[in-house]
Every structure is written in structure tokens, then in C-alpha cells.
């Protein structure tokens, strides 16, 4: 099986880009690998994802239960997993990244529950990702961590330079401020990795949280 190594975090916080930095670096280093990303957009088992992210549930993210949404993003996991990438996962001596997994459920379904409901969520999340659905366990994840308030800066810019249409949990303020509490939550209770992206008031050089990823691997 490949290892797979989970990188997550708040939009705007530059996981897409360390997630394609650290193919190119494993590419040139010759160790075989690929890359998905969540949801998978470009197939049809995100059709469900697409409708609540668009809003057609409801405009508020709180719309649609934890649990119920929860079950959308994984039912595009394990969908995406049996047509596509378990052949990706089952290749030998490969490292598979995944930009988003999981992790990104626990991170923004967390926000729409009181908080001592939270660890009985995490514990029904995990086991019915990874023991009811059968999925991948991560072999590691890293969780790329900036405060709200940047990331809504990262968002907007990128929205003014692609045009991108931003999606219901980008638009709602109170949604990101709650994710960025529950993500710290999650990953000290389930042992993620934090790096941070940024440096004060600045975001901090991808370069600099690459080379930290990779103190981290034994590759």
C-alpha cells in the first residue's frame, strides 16, 4: 500500500500549493507518487458536495446537520475511492498526498455542534470513515494553521485573481472564526501535525512550511 499523508486547513491557509510543492519535490527526488484533493470536483461522486456547497440546501452552512453533511463528503471519498484512486492507494512504495480528507469534516462539521458534543462526533466520524466505509487511514496529517482573519485576506485575493465563486462555508465569517477553533481542538485530540502558515501578521514563505513537512517524513 502507499503511505498516505493527509495536508488540511482553512481555506486560504496555502495547502493546495504545499500539497503540489511536496509532489514536485518527491517527483525530483525520483520516489513515485500522486495527488488527490477533496472534493473531487471533476467527478460525478461530488455531486451531492457541489448542491450544499452551492447552497442549494441552504444558504447557512448550519443548514444541513453534521451528521448529514458529513455523509456527503464521505460518500464522494468512498465513491472516488472504489472508481479511482484505490488503484493510486495500492500501489506499492508510493506515497499518496491528499489535499483534504476526513480531517476537513471534523474541521467544519465540528462548528455546528455545542461543544460536548464534540468528541462523541469525532469518534462516530472516524470510525464510520475508516471502519464502516472502509477508507484509508492516514498515515500522517499535517495541518496547515492560519487565524481567520488572514485566511479571509488569502480568499478574497485568490477570488479576485481567478474569478472563483466563493463557496458557503468561504462566505460566512462566523463559520471560519468557529473552524479555526475546532481544527485546533481536533488536532490535539487526534495528533495532527500543525505547522503554521503564517508569521505575525504576514503569510509565511511556502518554502519555509515545506522544508518544516519534511523534517517531519522518513522518506
Given at each position: ?19 503540489r ?6 517527483t ?9 484533493s ?21 444558504s ?31 500501489k ?26 464534540w468528541?462523541d ?8 470513515e475508516?471502519?464502516?466505509l ?12 492560519m ?10 485575493k ?24 475546532a ?8 495528533g ?28
Open positions: 500500500m502507499s503511505k498516505l499523508l493527509v495536508i488540511d486547513g482553512l481555506d486560504g491557509s496555502g495547502k493546495g500549493s504545499i500539497t510543492m511536496l509532489r514536485d519535490y518527491l525530483e527526488k525520483g520516489v513515485d507518487n500522486d495527488l488527490i477533496f472534493p473531487m470536483y471533476d467527478l460525478e461522486s461530488s455531486s451531492l458536495v457541489k448542491l450544499y456547497l452551492s447552497g442549494a440546501l441552504g447557512d452552512p448550519a443548514d444541513t446537520g453534521s451528521y448529514a453533511a458529513s455523509t456527503l463528503f464521505a460518500a464522494d471519498r468512498y465513491v472516488s475511492y472504489r472508481t479511482h484512486w484505490h488503484t493510486l492507494y495500492e506499492e512504495g508510493s506515497v499518496l498526498i491528499a489535499d483534504r480528507y476526513t480531517t476537513a469534516n471534523a474541521v467544519h462539521q465540528l462548528t455546528k455542534l455545542p461543544e460536548e458534543q468528541d462526533f469525532l469518534d462516530w466520524l472516524f470510525d464510520f475508516y471502519g464502516k472502509g477508507l484509508p487511514t492516514p498515515d500522517h496529517v499535517f495541518y496547515l494553521e487565524p481567520p482573519h488572514l485566511c479571509r485576506k488569502m480568499i478574497a485568490r477570488a479576485g485573481e481567478t474569478g472563483r465563486t466563493v463557496d458557503i462555508h468561504e462566505k460566512d465569517s462566523d463559520h471560519l472564526d468557529k473552524a479555526y477553533k481544527a485546533l481542538y481536533a488536532g490535539e485530540k487526534l495532527w501535525t500543525r505547522l503554521k502558515s503564517f508569521e505575525g501578521e504576514d503569510v509565511r514563505p511556502l518554502e519555509d512550511i515545506l522544508k518544516e513537512l519534511l523534517d517531519y517524513l522518513d522518506l
